[in-house]
């Protein structure tokens, strides 16, 4: 009997004075991506989240309450009881490379992106609605209207900054979506006072940056990340074929872009043929002998969690390597990344850059290459993902990573 009851005590032990519940993020969690919405409904509360770095796959510990467990066991969330500050002075031991990101408010949300349906979805919204983290849409009426400040992070839809609406003529320009979509664009060009598409989106891009400058987060995928740096770089310069805006291209454009006021990128050169399907040349996807999604993937970086924990918080994860997907923009050219651009994950094959950050003026940015984590090659008119067939993909992990980045308390630099 005594046995038995020294097992019983052993088994409780536990929960015993447990008063948080840690939200594993390893193998064991059987819904990473909804874990993350659940960590966003707890900061709307307004209840304390600590991020524990590189701790089973960077776990969260939350408040013990109630209505928030009735909330895990709702979205299928996997958690444990805990001793929070035990947990807490654990990672903060200066023997292993972990430590605490007290998570302080649910950030402002907002996409990038248009009305007009377009025969592709895009990652992030995907990501942001499986996880039912809330977000407004904007577009181009609200970034010029000032609207960018209210927001704490913002996700670039797959735009064309360039205005060559994707590189899609040479496939697309007969198609009634590339018809629609030129047309309006052209339409709220006019409608702002602006010559052309390429001016408008200038200026929407201009306006961007200078929201990260100001201390906004920026996050941008596929094209919306090289396009981006194309638009600034070509200002006062034309890139656009004729047969996609009417007039010609600036002679020499390639020699003559200014990398001064670009996030990421520099050195790199546009693509001006209208039939080429790339913008410049910042993409460097695999060649074709190794596009294989039995073999293809990317390498995250291991940072100091103590030392750097912006990066580190950027990679979290269940895994040290992620499967690759292609893109429009798959990945980034390495000599093409800017200095003090941190490269958070390459390919050990061909050694592309496929995730980075850098911080701008107060703000950060970081950009994603490829379309959709979990689906290799995503062609124009292809289904949706269904998330709930991939709930521990760790490549859209990264995605929510960064929507809770605007949510960790500024802390002076640990000694």
Not at 62 to 90: C, H, I, Y
Not at 157 to 176: N, P, V
């Amino acid at each position: 009997m005594r046995t038995a009851l020294a097992a019983l005590a052993l088994l409780l032990a536990p929960a015993v004075g447990a008063q948080d519940l840690l939200i594993p993020m390893d193998e064991v969690q059987a819904d990473h991506l909804r874990a993350y919405g659940a960590v966003y409904v707890a900061l709307d509360r307004g209840l304390d989240v600590d991020w524990l770095l590189n701790v089973r796959g960077g776990s969260f510990v939350v408040p013990a309450q109630a209505d928030l467990q009735t909330e895990l066991r709702s979205r299928g969330v996997t958690f444990e009881p805990v001793d929070g500050a035990q947990a807490m002075a654990d990672a903060e031991s200066p023997a292993s490379n972990t430590s605490v990101v007290r998570l302080e408010k649910a950030p402002t949300i907002a996409v990038y992106a248009p009305d007009q349906t377009l025969p592709w979805d895009d990652a992030v919204l995907l990501a942001l609605t499986y996880a039912e983290v809330p977000y407004e849409q904007i577009y181009d009426a609200d970034v010029l209207a000032g609207r960018l400040s209210e927001f704490d992070w913002v996700h670039l839809h797959h735009e064309d900054f360039s205005g060559q609406y994707g590189k899609f003529y040479a496939a697309y320009s007969g198609t009634a979506w590339y018809q629609q979509q030129q047309q309006e664009a052209e339409a709220s060009a006019r409608a702002f006072g602006y010559p052309k598409v390429s001016a408008l989106k200038l200026a929407v891009a201009q306006a961007i940056r200078q929201y990260v400058v100001d201390g906004g987060f920026l996050f941008a995928m596929c094209s919306g990340a090289d396009t981006f740096d194309l638009a600034l770089a070509a200002e006062g310069l034309d890139v656009v074929p004729a047969q996609i805006d009417g007039d010609g291209q600036t002679p020499g454009v390639r020699d003559l872009l200014d990398f001064s006021g670009t996030l990421a990128f520099e050195d790199f050169r546009p693509e001006l043929n209208v039939m080429e399907y790339e913008h410049a040349d910042i993409d460097a996807p695999p060649p074709p002998s190794l596009r294989n999604p039995l073999t293809d993937y990317f390498t995250l970086f291991e940072f100091s969690a103590r030392w750097d924990p912006v990066p580190t918080m950027l990679t979290q994860n269940h895994v040290a390597s992620v499967r690759g997907f292609m893109g429009q923009t798959t990945a980034f050219r390495a000599d093409a990344v800017k200095p003090g651009v941190v490269v958070l994950a390459k390919s050990p094959t061909t050694g592309s850059v496929r995730y980075l950050y850098g911080p701008a003026g107060q703000g950060f940015f970081a950009f994603y290459g490829g379309h959709d984590p979990e689906d290799y090659q995503h062609f124009v008119g292809d289904p949706p993902t269904d998330l709930s067939l991939h709930r521990n993909s760790p490549g859209y992990r990264l995605i929510l990573n960064n929507v809770l980045f605007p949510a960790a308390k500024k802390q002076p630099q640990k000694t």
